[in-house]
């Protein structure tokens, strides 16, 4: 089977991974209602088609916190992504760097941030979780500041994890101990391509930047319970101060999802947000990002930059988010299937059909480049 689509490398993936893999990946919380939202709220909004517009010259650049981007995408930061392919963190900011945009690498990486930074040219991004241990913390910012990533993503979303039924369902939480183990294992064998590629020669009983807290040779159960146990449910908007006083980058504060929140995170001066309900990982039954979006960039649009994402599977995806007031889409699951059905080139080549569904989606709503999107591209939306 080649890939035509986000959709296509979602089932290859299924085919390579182990079960508890793909439906960590694939699955969202409680019932997944948030998670279907995402994706059906999306396809539901309308282009509007236009023709007779000269289209023959498309520019689908942007720039964002001060860099030149090809397209006006990035690859989100996805827990544990690393686990997908060999070493996934490197391979996919390494297609990133190719295609021209930002990768951002998440906190609970299983590539830790040196490995990517020896692993590139390019600056990538970071993402940062409030952590009960705020010397860990300082000590990630620095590392982060000494391999030069370009921008701060801090997910706020998440001072307590959500329920998330799948996995208990296919033994990668809720089983512990040498039952839980042997399980996965099982599962593992089942796919002997992942397994002889990651389990053997990937080393991911290296948790990345957990790492030294962990200890090598620690098993997923010790790594959630880590999870469980350090994330801080007394975060508030106080302690923007203290990521301030580590990091003097660009702070984009992810998991924006009401227009209030939105307004505070601009008046304590963040440089960008991100509409997101965590693909539908966490609160299920918020609205989809596509419903919350508008009422946010039109309350902050001009004063810091809107990013979106959750449930973007295609070029025409981001073209409606941008459309509906964000200026740069993050693809999230898209890429990990990519990553994890052929590694850095199903990544590559992911980005590519992104790109050429974008190009067909702006000629047809005759938009001959990224700033030209905007609602009146869209049916129902003429404003």
């Known amino acids: 089977m080649r890939a035509a689509s986000a959709l296509d490398y979602r089932e290859l993936a299924r085919r390579r991974l182990p079960h508890f893999l793909f439906e960590y990946i ?3 919380s409680y019932a997944e209602v948030t998670l279907r939202r995402n994706i059906a709220d999306l396809k539901d ?30 690859l989100a930061p996805i827990g544990l992504a690393g686990l997908n392919a060999r070493r ?18 998440s906190t609970v990486s299983a590539c830790p941030i040196d490995e990517v930074a020896r692993g590139t040219q390019a600056p990538f991004w970071f993402q940062l979780y409030m952590i009960r241990d705020r010397g860990f913390m300082k000590d990630l910012l620095a590392q982060a500041r000494a391999a030069h990533c370009s921008a701060l993503v801090f997910t706020v979303d998440m001072p307590v994890p959500g329920s998330r039924y799948r996995d208990y369902h296919s033994g990668l939480a809720g089983a512990a101990g040498p039952m839980g183990s042997l399980r996965r294992i099982w599962q593992a064998l089942t796919k002997p391509g992942w397994a002889w590629d990651v389990g053997v020669h990937g080393r991911p009983h290296q948790l990345g930047n957990v ?10 159960e010790d790594f959630f319970a880590w999870m469980r146990n350090n994330f801080d449910p007394t975060v508030s908007w106080r302690d923007l101060d203290f990521i301030r006083a580590e990091w003097d980058g660009p702070l984009i504060i992810k998991g924006i999802l009401d227009a209030e929140d939105a307004k505070n995170a601009a008046a304590l001066g963040a440089d960008g ?7 539908g990982r966490q609160l299920d039954g918020v609205p989809s990002t596509a419903r919350a979006l508008p009422a946010i960039a039109d309350a902050v649009g001009d004063r810091l930059t809107v990013l979106a994402d959750g449930g973007v599977r295609s070029g025409l995806d981001v073209v409606r988010l941008l459309a509906l007031g964000a200026k740069g889409v993050l693809l999230g699951r898209a890429w990990v299937y990519a990553l994890a059905a052929a590694g850095e080139a199903g990544v590559t080549h992911m980005l590519q059909l ?9 000629a047809l709503t005759a938009r001959i480049d990224i700033a030209a999107i905007d609602r009146t591209a869209l049916v129902g939306f003429d404003r």
């Open 354 to 362: 992104v790109e050429a569904e974008m190009r067909v989606a702006m």
């Open 45 to 74: 909004i309308a282009l509007r088609q236009r023709v007779l517009t000269d289209v023959s010259h498309l520019d689908l650049s942007t720039e964002l916190f001060g860099r030149k981007m090809h397209l006006p995408v990035a």
């Open 273 to 279: 947000i991100v509409v997101s309900n965590h693909g």
């Open 26 to 28: 694939d699955g969202g």
């Open 88 to 105: 996934g963190e490197v391979q996919a900011a390494r297609a990133a760097e190719k295609a021209g945009i930002p990768f951002c690498l």
């Open 211 to 220: 790492a030294p807290v962990l200890g090598k040779n620690t098993g997923l």
